[in-house]
């Protein structure tokens, strides 16, 4: 029993420092494997644990956009040329967020974005039911938009704490290893997903004007596109 708990603290060790080791750690600049500490009261684990919840908040919050997007496409009667697939929407619903998902879910968002645009051009041909259907739909995506935002605000909370945080030791754990690896990556690439949505939500907001689709804006949309101007 000694030599298998030997054995797995040896792992646990080891797959720390590899992790620790990794060129995004000491994106931070973060100076040894065992060295750190926290700044301003934040530890390793917080940092971690803000952050794990911030990918879910946006892998949720992303998964509820393209269901919403898919369905305004069902009610228009035209198809999305490159939206996300059945199983990627499902794992982001599932909170299963990494580098590849973020590049996924952005480009889906950068396409819907131009599709709208093309669709905004002329008035559409559409009947009351469809009109209901869309209004329904949008409110769903400004809603997740809404839910994005949070999420993002939680990532950069992160970010910036983990700035001066120093290197997690290797007794902080694997989570707060992990998070210093991807805070640095994967960071930059949810911003670029946010920037993406608030142009789906800028056309969104054109293709009900133009096609006098009347709805009631969630609150809190208009301080989620103000977050948009931090970055």
Same mark, same amino acid.
């Given at each position: 029993?000694?030599?298998?708990?030997?054995?797995?603290?040896?792992?646990?060790?080891?797959? +720390?420092?590899?992790?620790? #080791?990794?060129?995004?750690?000491?994106?931070?600049?973060?100076?040894?494997?065992?060295?750190?500490?926290?700044?301003? $009261?934040?530890?390793?684990? &917080?940092?971690?644990?803000?952050?794990?919840? #911030?990918?879910?908040?946006?892998?949720?919050?992303?998964?509820?956009?393209?269901?919403?997007?898919?369905?305004?496409?069902?009610?228009?009667?035209?198809? =999305?040329?490159? $939206?996300?697939?059945? +199983?990627?929407?499902? *794992?982001?619903? *599932?909170?299963? /967020? @990494?580098?590849?998902?973020?590049?996924? /879910?952005?480009?889906? +968002?950068? @396409?819907?974005?131009?599709?709208?645009?093309?669709?905004?051009?002329?008035?559409? *041909?559409? &009947?009351?039911?469809?009109?209901?259907?869309?209004? /329904?739909?949008?409110?769903?995506?400004?809603?997740?938009?809404?839910?994005?935002?949070? $999420?993002?605000?939680?990532?950069?909370?992160?970010?910036?704490?983990?700035?001066?945080?120093?290197?997690?030791?290797?007794?902080?754990?694997?989570?707060?290893? =992990?998070?210093?690896?991807?805070?640095?990556?994967?960071?930059?690439?949810?911003?670029?997903?946010?920037?993406?949505?608030?142009?789906?939500?800028?056309?969104?907001?054109?293709?009900?004007?133009?096609?006098?689709?009347?709805?009631?804006?969630?609150?809190?949309?208009?301080?989620?596109?103000?977050? #948009?101007? *931090?970055?």
């Amino acid at each position: 029993m000694k030599r298998r708990k030997f054995i797995t603290s040896s792992l646990i060790v080891a797959t +720390s420092a590899t992790v620790l #080791g990794s060129p995004a750690v000491h994106a931070f600049g973060l100076n040894s494997l065992t060295g750190g500490g926290s700044s301003g $009261g934040a530890s390793w684990k &917080d940092i971690a644990e803000t952050f794990t919840g #911030g990918l879910k908040t946006i892998g949720k919050a992303a998964a509820r956009a393209a269901v919403s997007v898919n369905n305004i496409m069902d009610a228009t009667k035209l198809k =999305q040329k490159e $939206g996300l697939t059945a +199983s990627k929407i499902k *794992e982001l619903e *599932e909170g299963k /967020v @990494n580098a590849d998902t973020l590049a996924d /879910v952005s480009a889906s +968002s950068k @396409n819907t974005a131009a599709e709208l645009k093309n669709m905004s051009l002329e008035k559409i *041909e559409l &009947d009351a039911e469809q009109k209901k259907k869309i209004a /329904v739909a949008s409110a769903d995506y400004f809603t997740a938009f809404i839910d994005a935002s949070k $999420g993002l605000l939680k990532l950069v909370e992160a970010k910036d704490k983990a700035s001066g945080a120093g290197s997690p030791a290797i007794t902080d754990g694997l989570a707060a290893a =992990q998070a210093a690896k991807d805070i640095p990556v994967l960071t930059p690439k949810a911003i670029e997903f946010f920037k993406n949505s608030i142009d789906v939500v800028k056309e969104l907001r054109k293709f009900n004007q133009t096609n006098d689709i009347a709805m009631a804006e969630p609150a809190g949309i208009e301080d989620a596109l103000k977050i #948009g101007l *931090e970055f």
